[in-house]
């Protein structure tokens, strides 16, 4: 007898399982050798089926893995270019976010397009997603058990892209990735690691609408930033 939990457990990895092979063109299981090696191979050796970023969206689906399933409209699932060498991480959607299905298009947004803009890249150029990808009610902070379901999500879609800095926006971006919970005025001003990618943690836009001294705090970290950033490549 299996518990609850490892039942729905299972049921979900193999819903992952085929979700991920129907995203990578698998139609069908016809038992002949071909597709049973490869079935083989995908069990013991997933690194030989590569992910997309697609293949992460199909298999989140109509994500019901969390609460937050029941209030959203819309999966924000991230947007931007899919070999950004730079990739801006927020806590999670919005308002206008969960309208649109889109991160950061609110007002918080909108100052995240200026800032990208000031270090000489372009939002088509970076790509922008959150720690959570479903907006919590009336925007309350993110819960533990949240950022647990849907973190992998986040972390796969990281090494997909695999870029060569991430900007960690505010606390919950920045102490997730880091596995640490000191605060983000004493994370910020300095890198860090995240699985060999540069972590730039820096306060959220929303925190520097509030905030405008806080400015020149970003200002500084933009800057160490763009003195290491490569343009050409
Ligand atoms: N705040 C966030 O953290 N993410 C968004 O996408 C919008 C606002």
Redesign the pocket.
């Known amino acids: 007898m299996i518990d609850k939990q490892t039942f729905i457990q299972t049921i979900l990895e193999i819903d992952n399982s085929l979700r991920f092979l129907a995203a990578n063109g698998y139609r069908g299981f016809a038992c002949n050798g071909h597709s049973l090696e490869k079935l083989e191979k995908w069990g013991k050796k997933r690194e030989s089926f590569p992910e997309t970023l697609a293949s992460i969206h199909a298999d989140l689906g109509d994500c019901q893995r969390c609460k937050l399933a029941r209030e959203r409209n819309h999966i924000?699932f991230g947007d931007g270019n899919p070999k950004a060498k730079l990739v801006f991480i927020?806590?999670?959607?919005?308002f206008e976010?969960d309208r649109k299905g889109q991160?950061?298009v609110?007002a918080?947004?909108q100052l995240l397009t200026r800032i990208i803009d000031a270090i000489k890249l372009s939002r088509d150029l970076v790509y922008i997603c959150?720690i959570i990808k479903c907006r919590p009610p009336g925007n309350r902070n993110p819960e533990p058990d949240e950022i647990k379901t849907c973190f992998p999500f986040l972390e796969r879609q990281i090494s997909t892209i695999q870029p060569d800095y991430i900007i960690a926006?505010?606390t919950f971006a920045a102490q997730t990735l880091l596995g640490t919970a000191t605060p983000i005025s004493r994370l910020r001003g300095r890198f860090h690691d995240y699985k060999g990618i540069k972590v730039v943690p820096t306060y959220?836009p929303?925190y520097l609408l509030r905030n405008p001294d806080k400015k020149r705090d970003v200002w500084e970290d933009m800057k160490m930033l763009m003195k290491e950033y490569h343009y050409e490549d």
Request: net charge negative; proline share 12%.
């Open positions: 924000v927020g806590e999670g959607p919005g976010e991160p950061f609110g918080a947004g959150n926006l505010g959220h929303a």
